[in-house]
């Protein structure tokens, strides 16, 4: 399984960005996984931001996201995304993405696969 996270960029305070997170490699993504995205900021660590499971689509978030970040998958292209919108200068870090299968899919130490990050930066 190899995941692919792209749509990182420099995007200015209030603004909006989308993170897609491929899934690629043998096999389908099953329903039960959960696929998640974290993100670490320079000297912090790595912090769930939220997650969607596979099947019924039920969605998590963290607290400092809720209202204003939205994920969502596409079951055809195994692809899910974030939408960033009325981003903040403290939402700046590289973004993750992973997937597991453990219901504790708030931890990242729980995800069996991760993709290479993309960076977002919210400028002020």
């Known amino acids: 399984v190899q995941l692919q996270a792209s749509g990182g960029g420099l995007v200015q305070t209030g603004g909006s960005l989308r993170l897609s997170c491929l899934s690629s490699?043998?096999?389908?993504?099953?329903?039960?996984?959960?696929m998640g995205w974290f993100r670490q900021a320079p000297g912090k660590e790595r912090e769930f931001v939220a997650a969607?499971?596979?099947?019924?689509?039920?969605?998590y978030y963290a607290d400092s996201v809720k209202g204003r970040f939205t994920i969502s998958r596409d079951t055809g292209k195994n692809t899910v995304y974030l939408q960033m919108n009325s981003l903040k200068s403290e939402d700046t870090a590289v973004y993750y993405c992973?997937?597991?299968?453990?219901?504790?899919?708030?931890?990242?130490?729980?995800?069996?696969?991760w993709g290479k990050g993309t960076l977002v930066t919210v400028s002020s």
């Open positions: 992973g997937k597991t299968s453990s219901s504790s899919f708030k931890v990242w130490g729980e995800y069996a696969y």
């Open positions: 490699g043998p096999g389908r993504v099953f329903s039960s996984s959960v």
């Open positions: 969607i499971r596979w099947g019924v689509g039920n969605t």
